[in-house]
Structures are given as C-alpha cells and as structure tokens.
C-alpha cells in the first residue's frame, strides 16, 4: 500500500492555491519569487519587507518619510566616492548616500477622491502612516487601555492613600 501511495507522488500534484483572512503577524506578500530574482531586478540591491519597517530603522516614521521626499541631485561640491554609481539614486537620509531605489513617488501618481492634491509630500505621509499601522495595527487601542489603566493605578492610589490615612486617623504612630 505504501509503496502505491510513493509512485503516485510522482505526478506533479496540482493544487490550488488557497486564501485566508489576513493576520496582523502576516508580512506583505514578495513581488518576487526569490532573493536573486529580486536582486536581478533591483541593481544587486535587495528590497527590504516593509511590514515593520517603521520599527526596524532608527528614526521610525520620520526616517521613512524623510527617505520618500529626499531624493534630489548630489550637491555640486560632493567628493567623487559618494557620488552615485550607475542605477543608484541620490538620498542624503540613506547610510550611504546612495541607494539602488528609485524615487518611488511621483507628482500626480494617485488621484485622492476628495480632491487632497496629489504632492509627493502627501503621499509620502499616508504610505508611512500606513506602515506605521501595518507595523502595530493595534498600537491606538494599546495606548488607549494604557492610559486608562494609568487612571485607574492613580485612582486607585489615591483611595489606598486615603484608607491608611482613616484606619491610622486615631492610632497612636
Ligand atoms: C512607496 C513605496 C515604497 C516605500 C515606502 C519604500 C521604502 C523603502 C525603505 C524604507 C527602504 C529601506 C532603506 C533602508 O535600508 O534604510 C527601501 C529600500 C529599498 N527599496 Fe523601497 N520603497 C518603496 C517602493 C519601492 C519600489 C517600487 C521598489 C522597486 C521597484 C523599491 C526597491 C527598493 C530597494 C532595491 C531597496 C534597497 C536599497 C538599497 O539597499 O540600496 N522600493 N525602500
């Protein structure tokens, strides 16, 4: 029987492929099949998964912001080495200066419905408010029960204060 069962494995087994609802813990599906696929396509340079890239980089949410609206010509008086390599683009909020993403936000590219204009400092403000989310999508409500725990201790505190100060009221202490 078992034997039966193995020869049978060697037809290519056909499945289909199968949805679920999203998870919070779930990463942004790759565009690319692999790491040397998305290397070929991005000069050697491999995309980072941005799921929690607003935590995962000093400065958060301003680093994010600040490299979407900071590409701009090398200034004039830039040493020769920093100076961008083929297919590499200027940024002064990279490491290095230089890094193998193009700008991937342009004037015009998204058509807001209540007529928001379509700069590049805009979208750069909601594509990092969305990472920022997509980074702990449950952070507002965290902050919310932490404040109100917060009250409650305080609250709390003061009625723990308030009781000593009545049972010890006429001791001798
Ligand atoms: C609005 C959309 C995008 C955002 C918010 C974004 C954001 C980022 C961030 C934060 C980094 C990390 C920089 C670091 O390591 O500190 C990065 C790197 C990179 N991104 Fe994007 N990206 C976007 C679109 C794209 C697109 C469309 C491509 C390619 C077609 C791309 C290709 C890359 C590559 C290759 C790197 C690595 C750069 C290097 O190490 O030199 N990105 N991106």
Not at 22 to 47: H, I, K, Q, V
Not at 105 to 111: C, I, M, S
């Amino acid at each position: 029987m078992r034997r039966a069962s193995r020869c049978r494995r060697s037809t290519p087994i056909r499945a289909s492929s199968a949805t679920r609802d999203g998870l919070p813990s779930d990463y942004f599906p790759s565009p690319y099949p692999n790491e040397t696929a998305a290397r070929a396509a991005n000069n050697n340079a491999l995309p980072p998964d941005l799921s929690l890239i607003t935590k995962a980089r000093e400065g958060g949410k301003d680093y994010v912001y600040s490299l979407l609206t900071g590409f701009r010509n090398p200034p004039a008086n830039l040493p020769a080495e920093l100076k961008p390599g083929t297919g590499l683009h200027y940024n002064p909020y990279f490491a290095n200066l230089n890094l193998a993403m193009a700008p991937p936000l342009t004037k015009g590219q998204v058509t807001f419905a209540d007529g928001t204009p379509s700069t590049v400092d805009q979208m750069a403000k909601d594509v990092t408010a969305f990472l920022v989310w997509t980074a702990e999508p449950k952070l507002v409500k965290r902050v919310q029960v932490g404040w109100a725990t917060v009250l409650f201790l305080a609250m709390f505190s003061v009625l723990a204060y308030l009781s000593y100060r009545n049972i010890w009221a006429d001791k001798k202490h």
